[in-house]
T-cell receptor, first 117, second 109 residues
């Protein structure tokens, strides 16, 4: 079974530039998550999709971050314009969320390491 | 507020046993996960607890006490490859996953 795919793996930009990340979840997984993980910290949820609807985006800085999940499969996360403090690893995860399983394990992609100069 | 506490860093010796503690204060409880994250890699699932008691899986075991808001991850027969961060995460009453900052485990020969 293919895992969660993300691209690019690394990105270096200057502040005030724009950047976009792409995620392809595991086939059949209804829920998709975008996390920001700063070095030495746990993942911080930015946005959670259930199919193509937003479940939780309470911690997404909406003045500069946006995300979409067209057709309930792939997703993109955009930052425009980027700030120095956006330097982090951006992790995408997906989960099955079926009613007949004891727990919903999240499967993570390899992440995109963003450096803002 | 919601809070998960884990030690920042621990050191242990190859072949030994180490216990990584996690305490939580969350709005409700619907389960607790432990994930392993090697440096520069994505987190991978280790265990899930929803009822009190010990869950054993090979060299790794996870314990939960809901009344105390406490869990631990026990790693036996430590190997160098166990050097990683260990993340505790709790599902709250809204079924949202609250993550701890992780414990960096350093294994020495």
């Amino acid at each position: 079974e293919a895992g969660v795919a993300q691209s690019p793996r690394y990105k270096i930009i200057e502040k005030r530039q724009s950047v976009a990340f792409w995620c392809n979840p595991i086939s059949g997984h209804a829920t998709l998550y975008w996390y920001q993980q700063i070095l030495g910290q746990g993942p911080k949820l930015l946005i959670q999709f259930q199919n193509n609807g937003v479940v939780d985006d309470s911690q997404l800085p909406k003045d500069r971050f946006s995300a979409e999940r067209l057709k309930g499969v792939d997703s993109t996360l955009k930052i425009q314009p980027a700030k120095l403090e956006d330097s982090a690893v951006y992790l995408c995860a997906s989960s099955l969320d079926a009613a007949n399983i004891p727990y919903n394990e999240q499967f993570f992609g390899p992440g995109t390491r963003l450096t803002v100069l | 507020g919601q809070n998960i506490d884990q030690p920042t860093e621990m050191t242990a010796t190859e072949g030994a046993i180490v216990q990584i503690n996690c305490t939580y204060q969350t709005s409700g409880f619907n389960g607790l996960f432990w994930y392993q994250q090697h440096a520069g890699e994505a987190p991978t699932f280790l265990s899930y607890n929803v009822l009190d008691g010990l869950e054993e899986k090979g060299r790794f075991s996870s314990f939960l006490s809901r009344s105390k808001g406490y869990s631990y991850l026990l790693l036996k027969e430590l190997q160098m490859k166990d050097s990683a961060s260990y993340l505790c995460a709790v599902i709250d009453s809204n079924y949202q996953l609250i993550w701890g900052a992780g414990t960096k485990l350093i294994i020495k020969p």
